[in-house]
Structures are given as C-alpha cells and as structure tokens.
C-alpha cells in the first residue's frame, strides 16, 4: 500500500479532528477504526483517510503517501490555535490476507476489511506475514467501491461523487465541519450528478487516473477515472460517471467499456 501515517497529539486531537472531517471523533471509542474524510471549503474532497484514536490525546491516521504532506500544509492554518500538532511517521501500511491477524497495540495497528483481509500499520521496516500485492489488495477494494483519493485527485470530486454519503464515509448528523454547508445542501436538497462506478478495460491501452470517460455517440465526457488497477484480463478502473453511465456506450481513449456491479 503506498500510504502513510499521520499522528495527531495533543489535548485538542477530538475537537480538531471533529471540526475538519466528515465523520465524529467526539464520540470514537478508544482503539476503532473510523473512514472519513477531510473537504475543502468548496465542499471538494481533500483526503480520505481511516483513523484510530490510540488514547484521547493521540490519533493515527492513514491516507495516501502522496497527499500526506499536503494534507499537513492545509490543516497548518486551523492548527495555529490549537494544542494539536501533526507529525508525518515514518510508518509502513500493509494489505493483508488471513483468518488470524496479528494482535494490536499502540504502535501496530490493525484494520478488518472482511472476514479474511485486513491492514496492518507499524513502525517496523519488516513486512508483516500474509501481505499481498498493492493490485490485489486494490482489486478488492475496487469491488467494495472504496475510491481513494491520490495527490492528481486532490480537490476534484464532491463525496457523493464517490460514494461516500452511501458508505457511512459522511456523518450527516455530527455538526459543522470545513466543507459541511455545501455536502449536506446536495444531501438535503439537490441530487447528485455523478457515482462511483467500476468500468472494466481489455486491450492496448493503460488507463491513468483522470483519464475522461466519454460517451460514444455524443463524443461528450460523462465521468473520469479516479483509481486503476491491473487484472489478468486488463484493467478495472473505479471511475466518477454520471448517474445514467449503464444506458451509454462508453470509452476511455477510444474504447469501449463496460460498467460492472459494486458489491453490495
């Protein structure tokens, strides 16, 4: 997984943490793992992350390595009066799969995924047992439908753009938050344009993220590409595409595509 750890000290961890993500931290038990994510003002997602208080003045957060930094230089200006600092660890982040993870602590963390597949969080350079590849680990996530953001998608995508009002990823009753007014406006009162969908690709081609999902007939872009991952047969993309994508022919670079089923 090419992810990193974020620690949040201090006395203030809860309250920064609930004023800044869309989920609640001010009622996480001790040692849970909480998925949520942190808005711009414009209401656009700056990071998803999974978060574990470890004690009620230390919280670990996972989100991606390429957005870690930047995601440290948005939450400066909001830190500034706080008694919070954040620290980048130097911690490693492993996908993997096995009935019997190993046991938690405060400085190895665990994650259930499913029945058999969980994350790993250490400071330690050893892999762990049972890791699996960074594609397959992607591959299953793909077919939950747990789009992550990257440092390319920074600032693109409202969280109903990905799912994240419909993965319990957005607490519409927690209160304010940068971003709340605008998220919960589309919630309350509008209708969102655009899904999270998986879109299946054979041949030639490498999809990247941010590619444009076109609709054949009318040669208008109707979603992008926001992960992508390889299979044996090509490439499984989760893409933002609007809300009517299975009643067009689609193509990404020229070739066709078809939408497949999230798993329930």
Not at 43 to 70: K, Y
Not at 81 to 91: A, D, E
Not at 134 to 152: K, M, N, S, T, V
Request: include cysteine; charge should be negative.
């Amino acid at each position: 997984m090419s992810d990193a750890v974020l620690q949040f000290s201090g006395p203030d961890v809860r309250s920064v943490l609930q004023g800044q993500t869309t989920k609640n931290f001010q009622t996480l038990p001790l040692n849970s793992a909480i998925d949520g994510a942190f808005c711009d003002l414009k209401g656009r997602v700056i990071a998803d992350f999974t978060a574990v208080m470890t004690s009620d003045e230390r919280a670990l957060l996972r989100t991606d390595a390429g957005v870690a930094q930047a995601l440290q230089t948005h939450l400066g200006k909001y830190l500034m009066f706080s008694k919070t600092t954040v620290t980048l660890l130097t911690w490693n982040c492993w996908g993997c799969s096995h009935s019997s993870p190993p046991i938690a602590s405060d400085d190895l963390i665990v994650v259930p995924r499913s029945a058999s597949l969980y994350e790993v969080w250490c400071d330690n350079t050893g892999a762990p047992d049972h890791v699996i590849t960074q594609d397959a680990w992607r591959y299953e996530r793909f077919l939950r439908g747990e789009a992550r953001i990257c440092e390319a998608t920074m600032h693109q995508f409202l969280p109903q753009d990905l799912n994240y009002d419909l993965q319990g990823i957005i607490d519409f009753d927690k209160g304010c938050y940068t971003g709340q007014e605008i998220v919960a406006r589309l919630h309350y009162r509008g209708s969102p344009k655009r899904r999270l969908s998986i879109i299946a690709l054979t041949g030639s081609i490498t999809p990247s993220v941010n590619d444009k999902v076109v609709d054949a007939d009318t040669s208008k872009t109707v979603g992008s590409i926001v992960e992508v991952t390889q299979t044996e047969t090509g490439w499984l993309c989760l893409s933002e595409v609007v809300v009517d994508a299975r009643e067009r022919s689609l193509q990404v670079s020229d070739v066709s595509v078809e939408i497949q089923a999230l798993q329930s």
